[in-house]
């Protein structure tokens, strides 16, 4: 079973493929192997469905977060991430609180490519 367009969204973004519509066609940039045969048949089965969330994006919607993101939020509303840590941005004393706030400002439309950037880089140091 196939995945949905959102959640086709958020895998393809989870492993840095970067989709853009450029005169209304379907533009992907990825690393090399980022793309495996299975999800090509799957982004050639949804295009248009994935055309219409893209334009919706640029319409000034925000796209959702992928799935690893959406975890490293879940997790900091646990007492788990409280704990300081040392990220490009510099010193964090509490991880927990960063990601909340570059969550927050995210959905708030704020910066959200700084705070897409800021969360991975939150996850990265989750992920340690």
Do not use: C
Not at 6 to 31: F, I, S, W
Not at 104 to 111: C, R
Request: hydrophobic share 50%.
């Amino acid at each position: 079973m196939g995945l949905s367009d959102r959640d086709l969204l958020r895998e393809l973004e989870g492993r840095g493929v970067r989709l853009t519509v450029q005169e209304g066609r379907l533009v992907a940039r990825a690393p090399h192997g980022a793309v495996t045969p299975e999800l090509a048949a799957q982004i050639k089965a949804q295009k248009d469905a994935l055309v219409q969330a893209l334009q919706a994006s640029e319409a000034g919607q925000l796209a959702p977060l992928p799935e690893s993101l959406v975890r490293l939020v879940r997790a900091a509303v646990s007492p788990g991430l409280n704990f300081p840590t040392i990220l490009p941005a510099g010193l964090v004393p509490n991880l927990g609180e960063y990601v909340l706030a570059s969550a927050a400002l995210y959905a708030a439309g704020i910066n959200p490519e700084r705070q897409l950037q800021a969360l991975w880089a939150a996850r990265g140091a989750w992920a340690a």
